[in-house]
């Protein structure tokens, strides 16, 4: 049983380029997420996934992009990467459902450099 | 929407000594209050959590109190060890917006 598996791990990118963080769960959750843990500022969601087919934005959604592509997997995807989008990446889910509350499983998270 | 505040940033104390960590949450509607602790190079991972109908929970060296009048809650952790160094992330979550929005987080150093 794996959890939350992130890929890559690392990764360093050049200002401009492009990539997509790939997130899968197996714990049949219904909600996952995304967020980014910067120094002094904690963890702030960038988008998160209530359920299959639908995706919202967090606070601090803009240069980021998502899909839910099925139950299991949500990926991010940084269209022009920018330095401000340096940081650590973790991926989340949850069971969901009702009561929409419970505990959070956080992936190992993803460290991304953008030069 | 939901804010959290943290305090304080950072906090040493001495082996077995108790440890305090303050949040402030801004949306009277928050219901869901959970606490996670990240240790070096890992992702969080929820050590207490306490929902508004209940203003204190226990779970052996680990306490969470919550004053909803005020919008407080804090983590109680007694007679700290040097694996309780971590830094530690408060939350509040508001009925049907899936929303788990986080404190700025609490790097907390036990002494030996």
């Known amino acids: 049983n794996a959890g939350v598996t992130q890929t890559p791990k690392f990764q360093v990118l050049k200002t401009g380029q492009s990539m997509t963080l790939q997130c899968a769960q197996d714990?049949?959750?219904?909600?996952m997420y995304w967020y980014r843990q910067d120094p002094g500022m904690g963890l702030r969601l960038i988008y998160y996934?209530?359920?299959?087919?639908?995706?919202d934005k967090g606070e601090v959604p803009n240069g980021y992009n998502v899909s839910r592509l099925n139950k299991r997997e949500f990926s991010l995807r940084l269209e022009s990467a920018a330095p401000s989008q340096t940081s650590v990446y973790f991926c989340?889910?949850?069971?969901?459902?009702?009561?929409?509350?419970?505990?959070?499983?956080f992936g190992e998270g993803s460290r991304l450099t953008v030069l | 929407g939901e804010n959290v505040e943290q305090h304080p940033s950072t906090l040493s104390v001495q082996e077995g000594d108790s440890a305090v960590i303050k949040c402030t949450y801004s949306?009277?509607?928050?219901?869901?209050f959970p606490w996670y602790k990240q240790e070096l190079g890992k992702g969080p991972q929820l050590i207490i959590d306490?929902?508004?109908?209940?203003g204190e929970k226990k779970d052996q060296r680990i306490a969470v109190t919550l004053n909803k009048t005020a919008k407080h809650f804090s983590l109680h952790i007694t007679e700290t060890q040097p694996e309780d160094s971590a830094v530690y992330f408060c939350?509040?979550?508001?009925?049907?917006?899936?929303?788990?929005?986080f404190g700025t987080g609490t790097r907390l150093k036990v002494l030996a």
């Open positions: 989340a889910s949850v069971t969901g459902g009702s009561p929409n509350t419970g505990e959070l499983f």
């Open positions: 714990m049949n959750h219904n909600s």
């Open positions: 996934s209530a359920s299959e087919g639908t995706t």
């Open positions: 949306d009277s509607a928050s219901n869901y």
């Open positions: 306490i929902r508004s109908n209940v």
């Open positions: 939350a509040a979550v508001r009925p049907g917006t899936y929303k788990y929005i």
